[in-house]
């Protein structure tokens, strides 16, 4: 009787567990067969790129920022306390110039701004007679006139604030350590007088441009490039 009885548990709860093992082997076997389809699209596709669609055709390149000769790219600053370092021209004079273009006009030779400021450097026409160019408009079509321009005019700044420069470098303004390039960069921003006040009120006479620039910050923004390159010239001319 006890036999019977266990026998027909067997017989009713088989068909039971068949079914979840068929199930769950179903699942597996979908699963498996999935997987193995994606794989073998990905690894079949024998897409290419052709590269012929590409070209320069049409597109003016035009490199126009050389080297200067005799200055190696990671010639530190001999004023630049902390030794640091941009990825590329570092504290060169190079990159002081390419650093201070940026900054002025992100280095378009043919920006005019809102106050009429002309070129990458962002000169104004008074500026311009000092140093010789008489034609904006004219300086404005000419990149390699615009490069003599910013080295004529850093010579002649750098003449101007030559005791400045002597008595100033080293010491700190406002917890701000001054260099030789802060003093150019500023004097680019806001001309040779107006750095003098800055440095000889010790900060308090702090110039601002029309976009709110002060020379405190380019003082600081440009500390510690090589400016050795320039030369202190009163008569310096880019004509």
């Known amino acids: 009787m006890h036999a019977q009885i266990f026998t027909h548990i067997i017989l009713v709860n088989m068909p039971k567990k ?3 093992m068929r199930k769950s082997i179903a ?3 979908t699963l498996t067969l ?3 389809f994606l794989l073998f699209v990905s690894f079949s596709s024998d897409e290419t790129i052709d590269l012929s669609k590409y070209s320069t055709e049409g597109l003016t390149l035009n490199y126009t920022v050389s080297q200067d000769e005799g200055i190696k790219d990671n010639v530190i600053a001999s004023n630049d306390v902390n030794k640091t370092f941009s990825p590329y021209l570092g504290k060169s004079f190079v990159g002081f110039k390419e650093a201070l273009a940026f900054k002025e006009s992100g280095g378009d030779y043919f920006t005019v701004n809102t106050f009429g400021y ?3 450097y962002q000169f104004g026409a008074s500026t311009l007679k000092l140093i010789g160019v008489k ?3 004219q300086f404005l079509k000419d990149p390699e006139l615009q490069e003599r321009a910013f080295m004529a005019n850093s010579q002649r700044n750098k003449w101007i604030l030559r005791r400045d420069i002597k008595n100033f470098v080293g010491k700190r303004v406002n917890g701000i350590l001054i260099t030789e390039s802060g003093i150019l960069a500023a004097a680019h921003l806001a001309g040779p007088g107006n750095v003098k006040k800055y440095l000889r009120s010790f900060g308090l006479d702090n110039f601002e441009d029309g976009y709110g620039t002060t020379i405190e910050y380019y003082m600081k923004r440009f500390s510690g490039y090589d400016t050795s390159a320039i030369q ?4 310096a001319k880019a004509i």
């Open 135 to 137: 034609n904006p408009e």
């Open 118 to 120: 002309l070129g990458k």
């Open 27 to 29: 699942t597996y076997l």
């Open 18 to 20: 068949f079914k979840v």
């Open 232 to 235: 202190p010239n009163r008569k």
């Open 34 to 36: 999935t997987v193995s």
